[in-house]
């Protein structure tokens, strides 16, 4: 019953969002492209909510993800150009970067793995900014529509609309896109499968992992492995993310590959609310709308986003959602950052050896 | 040999010039409480540290019921049946006691790593029972829906030990179990660890020496990194060396 009334309420919210924010100042398109980026703000919440790892170097996985989403369809297979094989390359080879680059940093703990995330991520930026031949360098892929989305017995236009409608103050139906379906029922799936993940055996050890590390390991469970698992399926989630968002937009630039993109992760994330289920998506959702909207009127809008990243860290440390469940969230994110290994033999040992 | 469960031949620990442990010949027969001693600096947490995979020996082998597990990882050693409760209780504090326990029999019954994404492990009934029957084993199962953190210090201690009991271990690595405890709450783990003792070979690095001498089968003396002497709880008492090292160095009760 609980399940069904998860996706019941879910596909109802997704269903009305584009028309809710419509009378606020926001339209269908900023629906999507909130859902898009949401997605990767829930990969990223596996590894810092549940995993308990602050990787600030997500934006490799989101930018390369939609460059190799966009190379399938203008470069590999410009004569057979396919919606499905350009997610597939996209979201397959971001996993196997999560793999490799995922083997070394699990090795870390703390600060020191953040800083190899970033490390990581701009060797990307730099390598895709450098190689023009490639990625065209700082113009980036311009142009480049997306295929139609083929279903076996039809194909849909992800660019055409919904039969016009007049909803009053919430717009009109033919605002929507069929993109906006289409991620929305991509976001529904991600939601479920996540919302599995934290609940599945896997996830039960990942807390555990999380929560103590060195008792994990002294019960018989491999840390190394929950986290580079958890940093892989982070990864492709994040991929899939940058793979629909350069679809969506139909270019992409270097600037996806910042280092302010993997830090907008992590401020959705924590404003939304920390190993939270919903609060990198209620995050995701209202920095994008807030910016959309004051960025209109104002050039201060990076300042406000920073002074509300403050107050929340500050008097919601569990992020708007993780405030209603009295979670010890502050203590997830100081031991993300803090968390040191296991305590070092030679550390006991020096105790030991202590008079 | 052939009836040790565990043995190390030449093994040592070195940091830099300082050798923590070196040269430790040392052998346990399965079933068998044997305690390891010594004064403050002696090389005891070090020498577990090496059985348990927690440190690397840099000289010597260990040998688990036969098969040399020298370079096996901490993980691999546990599923093997090696488990070790800590010096500082060693626990999930955010998770109930049950869980705490839930969680050690987990890792037994799914191994070192395992992809399960979409079951939950709620169902599996023989992870609840490998669970109760530790939490039985020390006596805690009364609290077992009380969040780990707020335990008291000794059923802390203990809560830690049923983790590691939860994990099915052939051997159990006890490091100063008692230490900190009131008398009660020394009399109660006296009785557990006995009992204990029953069912699996158990190595114990303690300082009460009231507590050590009553319930260990032999006593294993380290003095600097070394063994000093081995034998029974008897025989140590009146080994003039031994005393020399406790007197000598740092008191820590009396022999």
Redesign the interface.
């Known amino acids: 019953m609980k399940d069904a009334r998860f996706y019941g309420l879910t596909a109802l919210g997704l269903v009305l969002f584009p028309f809710l924010i419509h009378p606020i100042g926001g339209y269908p398109g900023l629906a999507t492209q909130i859902l898009i980026v949401a997605i990767g703000s829930i990969g990223f919440n596996l590894l810092l909510g549940y995993a308990g790892l602050l990787s600030y170097g997500q934006s490799m996985f989101y930018g390369v993800g939609g460059y190799m989403a966009l190379l399938t369809i203008s470069k590999f297979f410009p004569d057979h150009p396919n919606f499905w094989l350009a997610i597939l390359l996209g979201v397959g080879f971001v996993t196997l970067m999560a793999v490799a680059i995922g083997a070394l940093v699990v090795r870390l703990y703390g600060i020191y793995f953040a800083l190899l995330t970033l490390a990581f991520a701009q060797m990307f930026f730099f390598v895709v900014f450098k190689w023009r031949d490639l990625t065209q360098g700082d113009d980036g892929l311009q142009g480049i529509s997306a295929p139609p989305l083929s279903l076996g017995f039809t194909s849909i236009d992800l660019t055409g609309t919904f039969p016009s409608l007049d909803l009053g103050p919430f717009g009109n139906l033919s605002d929507v896109h069929y993109w906006y379906a289409f991620v929305a029922l991509i976001m529904l799936l991600v939601l479920a499968f996540t919302r599995t993940l934290i609940r599945s055996q896997f996830g039960e050890v990942l807390g555990a992992i999380r929560e103590n590390e060195e008792r994990s390991t002294f019960v018989g469970f491999d840390p190394r492995r929950y986290k580079l698992a958890a940093f892989t399926i982070a990864g492709a989630l994040t991929g899939l993310s940058g793979a629909l968002r350069g679809l969506y937009e139909t270019s992409i630039a270097p600037d996806a590959l910042t280092v302010g993109t993997s830090g907008d992760f992590v401020i959705y994330t924590v404003i939304g609310g920390v190993k939270t289920l919903f609060g990198p998506l209620v995050g995701t959702g209202l920095i994008m709308y807030m910016q959309n909207v004051i960025s209109a009127k104002t050039d201060a809008w990076r300042l406000i986003e920073g002074l509300l990243f403050v107050a929340v860290i500050v008097f919601l440390p569990g992020g708007i959602l993780g405030s209603f469940k009295r979670k010890r969230a502050r203590t997830i994110l100081a031991a993300a950052v803090a968390a040191g290994p296991p305590d070092a033999p030679s550390r006991a040992a020096a105790r030991e050896a202590a008079p | 040999m052939s009836d040790a469960i565990l043995q190390t031949t030449g093994l040592g620990?070195r940091?830099g010039h300082?050798a923590?442990n070196s040269d430790i010949d040392f052998s346990v027969r399965e079933g068998e409480l044997r305690a390891v001693i010594g004064p403050?600096?002696?090389?005891?947490?070090?020498f577990f540290?090496l059985l348990?995979g927690?440190?690397?020996p840099t000289d010597g082998e260990i040998f688990f019921k036969g098969e040399k597990i020298t370079h096996v990882?901490?993980?691999?050693r546990?599923?093997r049946g090696i488990?070790?409760a800590?010096q500082t209780a060693?626990?999930?504090?955010?998770?109930t006691v049950f869980q705490n326990c839930r969680?050690?029999a987990?890792?037994?019954t799914?191994?070192?790593?395992?992809?399960?994404?979409?079951?939950?492990?709620q169902r599996l009934t023989d992870v609840d029972s490998l669970a109760g029957e530790a939490l039985e084993l020390v006596d805690l199962a009364a609290l077992k829906d009380v969040r780990a953190g707020d335990l008291s210090h000794g059923d802390k201690k203990r809560l830690d030990i049923a983790?590691?009991l939860?994990?099915r271990p052939q051997i159990l690595l006890l490091d100063e179990p008692v230490a900190g405890m009131s008398i009660e709450e020394v009399h109660k783990t006296d009785r557990l660890i006995r009992g204990l003792a029953k069912r699996m070979t158990v190595l114990i690095i303690e300082h009460d020496m009231d507590l050590i001498m009553g319930i260990s089968d032999s006593i294993t003396v380290l003095h600097q990194g070394k063994i000093l002497a081995s034998g029974t709880p008897a025989e140590i008492r009146g080994n003039s060396r031994v005393q020399e090292a406790y007197l000598g160095g740092?008191t820590e009760g009396t022999v």
């Open positions: 620990k940091f300082f923590a403050n600096g002696a090389g005891k947490t070090t540290n348990s927690f440190a690397q990882a901490g993980p691999r546990v599923v488990a070790k800590f060693n626990i999930y504090p955010d998770e969680l050690a987990l890792a037994r799914q191994g070192l790593f395992s992809l399960q994404l979409f079951r939950s492990s983790v590691a939860a994990t740092h």
